[in-house]
């Protein structure tokens, strides 16, 4: 685990403090859906061949469902599973009553059109907000009911940055007319985090592989989103004096020998945190929010789903 320095651990904006936070919330909504209902917000998770990584980060999301009292079902797939099996298995969760949330883990194997997979996941139970109805909302409105999960949680960060129960905290924090600057443009994480900022009434530039003079940007942000795929790619030098910084990637990095290796985000840490009023750190920054807001999607969905049915009960 890194390290900090004394004159740095007040900028770390902890994530794995704010996930916890939102997990007793979740765990509370959990509870009162579940005595209403009968059952608990139900998640299904679909895992196509054998990536370690995968696996890690489903049996994560597994073992956190349980821990909130929220039914997980898992459905694991050869490499070489069809694309037919998998519409199967999907119309089949899309119908149940029991399940409210449908994640199909990426990446998947190649021969699989996952855009394709992904739209074919029904709109009120995508939790993973990549659906296009879920996408259009967002952009449309700057809001939809599942939102893309690493986005929704770096909100929820800079949201901490504004409460002063955190120690990085400061009720003077505030969103709307900052100058953000989002590094990465994928339909994941880019493209929403720069929708949810605007919403916020930030001026939004985004960077990318072909912008020119990045540095340039950077020297105007009042908060930095990295999210570009390159371990310790922003450095302290081209930052703004007491930016924010949010940190999403999360890379692998090999030291002297094969069995050292550690977890780098997309920013070098050191520099940057000299520079920056607030930082998150990788690990233990927005990784932690990406799961959290996982459920919290699988919760929103299984109460808009609920109300939905009991309205048309009534109806009828």
């Given at each position: ?137 967002l952009y449309h409105w700057g809001d ?154 699988t919760v929103n969905s299984a109460w ?13």
């Amino acid at each position: 685990m890194r390290r900090f320095s004394t004159s740095n651990v007040n900028k770390i904006i902890d994530g794995r403090l704010v996930a916890k936070q939102t997990r007793s919330r979740i765990k509370r909504q959990v509870t009162e859906f579940t005595d209403m209902t009968g059952r608990g917000p139900g998640l299904a998770v679909l895992l196509v061949g054998n990536r370690p990584d995968s696996a890690a980060y489903v049996l994560s999301k597994t073992n956190t469902c349980r821990r909130l009292g929220m039914p997980s079902f898992q459905y694991n797939f050869p490499t070489n599973v069809r694309e037919k099996e998998l519409f199967q298995t999907l119309d089949y969760l899309n119908s149940s009553s029991n399940i409210d949330g449908i994640l199909v883990q990426l990446p998947l194997a190649d021969h699989l059109d996952e855009d394709k997979i992904i739209q074919y996941i029904s709109p009120n139970k995508d939790v993973d907000g990549l659906n296009l109805q879920n996408v259009g909302a967002l952009y449309h409105w700057g809001d939809a009911p599942l939102k893309a999960c690493t986005p929704a949680g770096v909100m929820k960060l800079l949201d901490s940055c504004g409460d002063p129960f955190y120690s990085w905290g400061d009720e003077e924090f505030k969103l709307s007319g900052k100058h953000a600057v989002v590094i990465g443009r994928s339909d994941i994480v880019g493209k929403p985090m720069a929708a949810l900022l605007l919403a916020n009434n930030c001026t939004v530039t985004i960077c990318h592989s072909r912008t020119k003079d990045m540095e340039k940007h950077l020297k105007m942000a009042d908060i930095v989103v990295a999210a570009v795929g390159r371990a310790n790619f922003v450095r302290g030098e081209w930052l703004k004096p007491g930016c924010t910084v949010i940190d999403v990637g999360i890379n692998k990095v090999e030291g002297s020998s094969p069995k050292d290796v550690k977890l780098v985000g997309d920013v070098h840490f050191e520099s940057c945190a000299e520079v920056a009023g607030r930082i998150t750190p990788v690990p233990g920054g927005v990784g932690p929010m990406t799961i959290a807001m996982l459920l919290q999607n699988t919760v929103n969905s299984a109460w808009s789903r609920h109300i939905k049915n009991r309205v048309e009960a009534d109806l009828n």
